[in-house]
């Protein structure tokens, strides 16, 4: 059953650093975790890049997007903005972190990086387009979805109402 799906990991812990190998037998295609939760991003992505998988960096509602180490822009496969104080769902999205969505753009074309621009938090049926707008490629929707009578039905309206 694992094969069929692709599995990614937000790690939003201490150090995640320690969760890279667990992360890598679980057959993880991609880790992300948030920049404050750790010592030194450059060493979480190079270990996460020589375990095979796709690394990303995430950063919490206040964390400025200058908090990036500049050494691994050009290693990082997502840039997650949490839009929403990260610990609970269900959260209203903040819409003043789209502005450094269209920041993230703008780094990333005129140094020409790769990595997707993705946001976590409040992203819903009144929200989405708005992020869309901005910018945002990676739309992760927790409440959205996981409160839903019918989830796939509501992932159809997600993305009529995102595509506009």
Known sequence: LLEK??????????DPIKLVD??????????????EMMPDQEEFVKLVLKKKMKAG??????????????KVLSKINIILLMTVKAGWG?????????KEVKELRKLREKKGYKFKIGVDGGVNEKTI????????????????????KNIKKTMKEL??????
């Open 90 to 98: 269900g959260q209203e999205l903040q819409k003043q972190r789209l």
């Open 57 to 70: 960096l995430a950063l919490d509602l206040r964390t400025p997007v200058d908090k990036i180490d500049k």
């Open 159 to 164: 993305k009529l109402i995102a595509r506009g």
């Open 129 to 148: 387009k708005d992020c869309v707008k901005a910018g945002v490629e990676i739309l992760a929707m927790g409440s959205a979805t996981w409160k839903s």
């Open 22 to 35: 667990q992360a890598e037998k679980l057959k993880a295609q991609r880790i992300v975790a948030q920049v």
């Open 5 to 14: 799906f692709k599995i990614g990991f937000h790690l939003m812990v201490n």
